[in-house]
């Protein structure tokens, strides 16, 4: 490593003159007196777009190491360090709606008509990183798919345009998924392993439900009907009909292939081969947890200041927030495969010729 040819001064380093120069209220040129609130509400969302500036720092290299064609068992580490710092930045952002809330609602009204039209809606960063992980237009609530892009100007649209048409963490976690080397080999077939313990275990839960002596034939009848939802659902990840057909109801977004890879992992998490990518799967379940943990905290934040007033940004407020708090999710086939999971004494024994191999790096 070389040395610094010249001496390193804080302030210039961080660029303090530019960046403490930064925080302009605007309600001081409209009134007498500046609102005192206003540079906290200043300050709040610039904190918050450093952040999302780092967060995205980030998120891009995940991606660029999630586009290698043969994700290197190497870079799970890399991938898990970096998606774990975006997780703990998250709490921290999540903390700070409460030093915003210090401010009350008649505090916010002294400044708040000098800020219309301008809304969270035009936070590009924010738009960025829900992209990024994989909430495209498609996915977003009615009034969202148009709405917030309307109130965008031509160069941030086109921007944002652009990043929809790239593949998302999303996109990039499904295709690693799908090529999950192991499902299928010559000696062992892990989809029909699966299958056939699946059944053996509702088989066991049907005889349990039939030979418990206590329960009335009304409960009796009642337990079985939610065994043979179960066993429906169970059905999906087998037959590509009832798949597609859950897919369009909006129960599954990823494919069949990905959600079979993932139970997989899922299952044989204590083996050495899949303890990093069960990791990993566990953080980006993490980051849609702490996301949708911020979009609710805000959402009633959004409540407490504005009681049922609408947006600046022309949305009906907190009840258009709470919707995207329900909907706008990343990973929720993630938070899913809880469903698929079969208890460990029933998991089919991996043939030792295949824990061998799993030694083995991971292509
Ligand atoms: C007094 C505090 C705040 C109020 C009253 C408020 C209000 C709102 C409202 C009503 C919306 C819906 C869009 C609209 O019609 O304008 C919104 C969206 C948004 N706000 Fe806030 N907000 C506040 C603070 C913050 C802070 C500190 C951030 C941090 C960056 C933030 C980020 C966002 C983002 C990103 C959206 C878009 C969300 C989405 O489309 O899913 N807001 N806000």
Redesign the pocket.
Known sequence: MQKNTSPCYYGEYLQLDKFLDSQHPVSGQYQAHEAHDEML?II??QA??LW?KQILHELNSVLSAFHQPNLDANNYGKIIQRLNRINEIQKL?NQ??GI?ET?TPLD?LDF?DYLVPA???Q?IQ??EI?ILLGLKMEYRINF?KKS?YNRLNDQDREHLMNLEGQPSLFDRLQEWLERMPFLDQANFSFVEAYKTAVSEMLQHDLEIIEGVEYLSEKDREFQKKDLEKTKQTFEAVFDNETFDHLTKDGQFRMSQKALMGAIFINLYRDEPAFQQPYLLLEKLIDIDEEFTQW?YR?TV??HR??GTK?????????D??RQ?TQN?RFFKDLFNLSTFLIPRSSLPALPESLKKAMGLRSE
Request: hydrophobic share 40%; glycine share 12%.
């Open positions: 509400f709040v969302h918050y777009e999302f952002l700070q709606i915003l401010m916010f708040r809304s969270g809606f936070s924010f738009k829900e969202d917030f979009r805000h934040m959004v200041m504005l609408i947006g600046t940004g022309g949305s009906s407020g907190h258009y927030l995207t706008n």
